[in-house]
Nanobody, 126 residues
Framework: QLQFVESGGGLVQPGGSLRLSCVAS????????IGWFRQAPGKDREGVSC????????NYANPVKGRFTLSRDDAKRTVYLQMTYLKPEDTAVYYC???????????????????WGQGTQVTVSS
């Protein structure tokens, strides 16, 4: 079963940067997508960004547009989330998971067979 492992979180000051990594246990099929989600204490999990593996179309949630960037290294089976100009409200546990791919795009919707990983904690604080 396809699984993902997140890493790269940590403590960073406001305005700082972090790069999260999401490594797949096996090569993902072309017609698929990977999404990043986050969950802050006391809040629901929310979609942050996703990328379609066939078209490389990337989508970003409004709170992170212009600050976060997705990239892929297919040889390493890894998707990266580069986060810049971090704010305290970005503090959360970040997860990556297989999401729905549709018409060359991606949706913030976990596919039924995917399981959430452990996530990686990002804390933005001075």
């Amino acid at each position: 079963q396809l699984q993902f492992v997140e890493s790269g979180g940590g403590l960073v000051q406001p305005g700082g940067s972090l790069r999260l990594s999401c490594v797949a246990s096996e090569f993902t099929p072309g017609d698929s997508a990977i999404g990043w989600f986050r969950q802050a204490p006391g809040k629901d999990r929310e979609g942050v960004s996703c990328i379609n593996n066939r078209t490389s179309f990337a989508n970003y949630a409004n709170p992170v547009k212009g600050r976060f960037t997705l990239s892929r290294d297919d040889a390493k089976r890894t998707v990266y989330l580069q986060m810049t100009y971090l704010k305290p409200e970005d503090t959360a546990v970040y997860y990556c998971v297989a999401v729905v791919a549709r018409d060359g795009f991606c949706l913030y919707r976990k596919i039924p067979t995917a399981k959430w990983g452990q996530g990686t904690q990002v804390t933005v604080s001075s």
